[in-house]
């Protein structure tokens, strides 16, 4: 049997807010979902929704802490840095035009590879 591994993921809801979901992977890929958590953003309080993110960001990292060792990432700061970097991405989507998007997703995504690669160096 392949060995399981625990992956995390938060992800933007359409209402706004964030939907933190934890799911098992067997060789990489998803099998099952494990535990879903709504963070729903006040739009009077929270209208960016930023609030509602960092109590996802520290239920998912409660959750990290409490996984078995191989299912940790090491690089705990590259993992927040990239996540913050497409929540700006998601952010930006709702001001600016089509075109200034398609670059602002190709910058963002070549700092994330180079990220990665040096990481992996």
Do not use: C
């Not at 099998?31 to 996802?56: I, K, W």
């Not at 001001?95 to 040096?118: G, K, N, S, W």
Request: aromatic content about 6%.
């Amino acid at each position: 049997m392949p060995p399981e591994q625990r992956g995390y993921s938060i992800e933007p809801r359409l209402e706004g807010g964030w939907l933190l979901a934890e799911y098992v992977l067997v060789n990489g890929k998803p099998t099952r979902g494990e535990r879903l958590v709504h963070f729903p953003a006040d739009h009077r309080t929270d209208p960016t929704g930023e609030v509602a993110y960092e109590h996802a960001l520290r239920e998912a990292e409660a959750w990290r802490r409490q996984s078995p060792a191989p299912d940790r990432r090491a690089n705990e700061a590259l993992r927040h840095g990239v996540t913050r970097l497409r929540l700006a991405e998601f952010t930006a989507a709702e001001y600016l035009p089509d075109d200034h998007m398609r670059e602002l997703t190709a910058a963002i995504d070549a700092v994330v590879a180079l990220l990665r690669q040096q990481l992996e160096a």
